[in-house]
């Protein structure tokens, strides 16, 4: 095997839907009748006596831009405490996700890379992730042993973090140095070669500074799926100044590199529609096989990923409580793989009982540096309360992204194509058998970058203002807005391939957009909340940066941004002395200009998607020990407009409607719901389950493929040997069940991960 090196720097059934709806419309209304009962104009306040706060419950978030707790902010926001994250037994980002209803992982394909490929209320939010506020640009598959929490905001999101889809965004909170002294680690192991360390260190320097050093080491492979893992390591100092000052400076860092050998998923049984063989169609659910079949090359499919985060983080707190935040940001991240996808796009699974192993290639590095401003304060105009958040942000993110060209081909040799009516070593291996695959097959090749290259250069600008007016102790508005200039460049120069010139290519874009977000909360009393909210969101043409679904190109770059707007009525209560959360939502999301063929076979902004749904969710503490935390989200997503579709001839197009208006948006499940809950038998005895379910999920927008639906359940039970050393054991998918976790991909579907066991021992000094 010859490889040669790289410019680009890398390392080597539905539930019925009105029931839901009738609940949700009582619990809004429930807070209404509580006051009607009540002429009292004071709020009624709730004492905490004897009660320490849940671990399970987060009442505030981290970002500066939430001016109020999140009882009192008119949005749907979820967050996953590092006691839900400890207690999952979550190693990383997806994991940890699971909790969270209404958010599914989309499957890598069609230019979007392998890594975490989000889906929030039905859009793609692959762009839409945060790290302590600012956006973390590049495609990459994230860790969670730095992390403090992860904060899922639901609904158009452009208001807070500029370009954004109309689902939502993630941030994820960092662990800092603090003033404290205190010493954690993990030492797991388990089935499936699991191993992996963690440790969590926190020092004190003197009265005024203190050091922080997390270190991460990962090795396992995946439960059921035969070849398929990796390993990872990661470490992240910080150091915090002035803790005891006015003036506080954060430092940190982040290192994390990853090998792996990716996973193929299973490929669909494809349907054919058409032609002689419409009797072996296929019913579009993946195909019926051992958990375990591989269809990769063990000795061609790698995935090497690598991410540097740099951080200075700046703050002052003036006399009169105003504090104003500065953080500068260098990040950078690489990717390089070469990942088998089982191809069933040629009708080969259902005509010949074989599988085409089609090679998606990248070699990509993103490179962003970002700095943002804000102050935060409060102060009254006569009896009117204000609290606020204003700033500014600037960033640049540099991506080159590239191929692999393979020696001999991918292709099947007999055929000079895709087909494969027979596997095997006539194939060169390309093709194999849909049965039993061999990871081993001897595949023979050499690799080098493809001339094809393209770099995207992207700036931005923005400001933004949020206020919380506080007219009453029951009535407040929240109100914000934010300006973006967005520029971006795709430039891939000429190039020559296997003796054909293929001109330079250049696309930009250059725009600027407005987004809002108003929310009117009610408050019956202090431990309670009903609020009525408004926001929009804009997702410009390359807003991924090229490295994913959005990429930019000429056909695109005269096109505006894709507006979206969200309406959303919805209520928070903390009850059980504030030890619980309780919520719950009715929305409805449109994007009116959504990118689509039009009638003369261009694209244009003339389509139109549409998602309504409810959504419930608990968190905190039911007793002193008993906790629970999960949800429960309804989704009706529809494509209303899809444009045009082309039924004529090359010469003679005849454009008619889309076949596909008012089908299901893909990766949007109709149903899904998410538990854990943990209980203390005994003062040393804790035991714990979790449930998950997603209703079916469409592959496609055709809707003609879809992963079927399932129920997952976990376990865990943790015994305290002493004050400071403790036993954690974790069983994944008790059940053992089948079930497919990835979908967007038109070809395969992702396969979750079979049943398996972890025990850690846990320190704490």
Known sequence: MKASSSPIKSSKHPLNSRPAVAAALATLAMPMAVHAQSTEVKMPEVTITGQASSDFLVKKSASDKFTMPLLDTPKAVTVVSAEVISQTGAVSLTDALRTVPGITIGAAEGGNPVGDNLFIRGYNAQTDTYIDGIRDSGSQSREIFALEQIEVVKGPNSAYGGRSSAGGGVNLVSKTAKADNFSNASVGLGSAKYKRVTADINRTVGDNAAVRLNLMGHDADVAGRDVVGGHRWGVAPTVTFGLASPTTVTLGYYHLESNEIPDTGLPFNNPITTGANVSKNGNGTPVNVPRETFYGLAN???????????TIDIKHVFANGLAFRNVTRYGSTSQDYVWTQPDDSKGNVVLYGTVWRRTNTRVVQTDSLANASSLTGSFSTGAVKHSFTTGVEISREDTDRGSYLFTPGTNNPLTGTFTCPSAGAATLYNCTTLLNPNANDPWVYSRSLSP??????????????????????????????????????????????????????HAEVNTDFTNYQAGLVYKPSANSSVYVSYGTSSTPPGNDGGDGLDALSATVQNLKPQDSKNFELGTKWEVLARRLSLSAALFRSEMNNARVTAPDGTTQNVGRKTVKGVEFGVSGSITTNWQVFGGYTWLDGVIADNGFTNTGTTAKPVWTPSPFNGNVFPSTPKNSASLWTSYKLLPALSIGGGMSYVSKVYANINNNKYAPGYTRFDAMASYELSKSISLQLNVQNLGDKLYFDKVSSPHYAGVGAGRSATLAANFKY
Do not use: C
Not at 459 to 486: C, K, M
């Open 452 to 505: 094809a290259r393209t770099s995207v250069r992207t700036n931005t600008r923005s400001a933004y203002a949020f206020d919380t007016i506080e007219f009453t102790p029951q009535w407040l508005l929240n109100v914000g807005l934010r300006w973006d200039d967005f520029r971006t460049r795709l430039d891939v120069p000429a190039y020559t391939l296997n003796g054909t010139a293929t001109a330079a290519q």
């Open 300 to 310: 061609r499919d790698f995935r090497d990923t690598e991410a540097d985060i740099g």
